[in-house]
């Protein structure tokens, strides 16, 4: 399942992920559930008629990035995997970073920092002038739905219903959306 949040530049993109690290971390080996968001900037595009027509939307490059992630085999709500990208270069996410205030209470962290945007894009190296007002104070009257989405989408991923059908898909799979 994907969910779109668009405002005026930024847009919020939440999955459904199951994931196998080709290359884990000791201690990260096994696949991988739960919800993926991303902050993304967005572009409207051009009228591609009339003035009725539909306008033309990208979803462009990822900006920031939190993977609320539990190993397979682990305990539902443990969050063991749960980890944060506060940079990525170009479509490339930085290394993961955990953070315990993130995986004590990962709702709460993640309203925080979709309440916080400019904190959020100064910390991924955003130039200010890629959002408008319009994102910061949308993004921020928004972060209850987005978290809201969230939420449910992990109960959703907890019974099971982003799992890959069988073991055999489950090898080359990488992710689902995003």
Known sequence: MLYLFGFERIGVAVSDIYFVDPEPAKGQEGPERGVRLELRLIQPGELKGSIYSARPITIERPVWRVDLLESVDGTPGSFDRTHHHPGI????????????????????WLAERLADLEGVLEQAGVKSDEVTPADVSGLRHHAP????????????????KSDPPDAESATDLRASWL
């Open 89 to 108: 270069d170009g479509w490339e996410p930085g290394r993961r970073v955990f953070d315990k205030g993130l995986s004590a209470d990962p709702l709460r």
């Open 145 to 160: 739905e987005i978290v809201e989405t969230v939420s449910r989408l992990l109960v959703s991923v907890r019974a099971g």
